[in-house]
């Protein structure tokens, strides 16, 4: 989600984001489809010219584009029943109704697109029928899913809240966890193994586990992969879950370390253990994991 930001760069950005999320996580053959709504004044025109339409050829319609004619006429361009598609196709493209103002942001967000090197195919009967869209909408679509293609979708939207004189704007996207595994599995992308984390902390006492949150964020801000035990619990579980992750170092903190301003370093790998005093615990790290 980008919230509270209208802008057409904003929209390009945001899918730019999704795009480049897709190829890290191991999607190269995922397709980009992207179209406008229009903005909200652009809506009576663009249902009116739709409907002069359909009504037509109602009689050609499935059952259920039938009912979405009463309660959301808009449900009628993207309905899966290849006969409903092949009317809609057929129609006056419902974007030549809306206002220059309206082409002018979609361009805009075309032209993002094409600096930002994101390849798409404009669809003009890609509308996402839920009401509170505005100006771009967009769906990534993957061959290795069959009909059911989509992976991910999203899009500009103005939603109205009761006790908000202004409706919240914003773009944003979701995904289907499944259905991006099965985009993976489809391209034969290998599942990375877990990482081994390099440092597990073991807090005996509250004193301890706070000391030991700082250290965590000094850590990490070093590059260093940390993780640690947020619960109270004795020394032997938490050395057992430091082997279960099979951490590379674990450190150790109690009363006793506390008071010295100190902690125990342990090296997983050979069982060797000193301690280092607090201040010398990143430079400790650094030296042994080179």
């Known amino acids: 989600e980008n919230a509270g930001t209208v802008s057409a760069t904003a929209d390009a950005e945001s899918i730019a984001m999704l795009m480049q999320f897709l190829k890290e996580v191991g999607i190269n053959d995922a397709s980009l489809l992207i179209n406008t709504r229009g903005a909200f004044d652009d809506?009576?025109?663009?249902e009116k010219l739709l409907r002069e339409q359909l009504t037509e050829r109602r009689d050609e319609l499935c059952h259920d584009c039938k009912e979405r004619m009463e309660r959301n006429i808009w449900r009628v361009i993207d309905c899966k029943n290849p006969n409903c598609a092949t009317i809609v196709d057929s129609l006056t493209e419902i974007t030549s109704s809306f206002s220059d103002e309206t082409k002018e942001y979609f361009k805009d967000v075309c032209v993002a697109l094409d600096?930002?090197?994101v390849s798409y195919k404009i669809e003009p009967n890609l509308v996402r029928g839920l009401?509170?869209?505005?100006?771009?909408v967009f769906e990534?679509?993957?061959p290795g899913l069959g009909a059911q293609n989509s992976i991910a979708g999203g899009g500009r939207y103005e939603v109205s809240l009761p006790g908000l004189k202004r409706p919240v704007v914003g773009v944003g996207f979701a995904l289907g966890l499944e259905r991006i595994i099965m985009a993976r599995e489809a391209e034969?992308?290998?599942?990375?193994?877990?990482k081994?984390?390099?440092v597990y902390l073991i807090s005996l006492g509250r004193d301890a586990k706070l000391a030991n949150l700082k250290s965590a964020s000094m850590l990490r801000d070093a590059s260093f992969s940390v993780i640690g035990c947020l619960e109270e619990k004795s020394m032997k579980a938490q050395m057992r879950a430091a082997n279960r992750v099979s951490a590379r170092f674990v450190i150790i903190r109690g009363d006793s370390?506390?008071?010295k301003g100190t902690c125990i370093c342990k090296n997983m790998a050979n069982s060797d253990q000193q301690e280092v005093p607090e201040c010398k615990l990143l430079e400790f790290l650094q030296s042994a994991s080179s």
Do not use: F, K, N, S
């Open 140 to 142: 990534v679509t993957h």
């Open 43 to 46: 809506r009576a025109p663009a």
């Open 196 to 198: 081994t984390p390099d």
């Open 257 to 259: 370390e506390l008071e």
């Open 131 to 136: 009401d509170y869209y505005a100006h771009t």
């Open 115 to 117: 600096v930002l090197d």
């Open 188 to 194: 034969g992308a290998i599942t990375p193994l877990p």
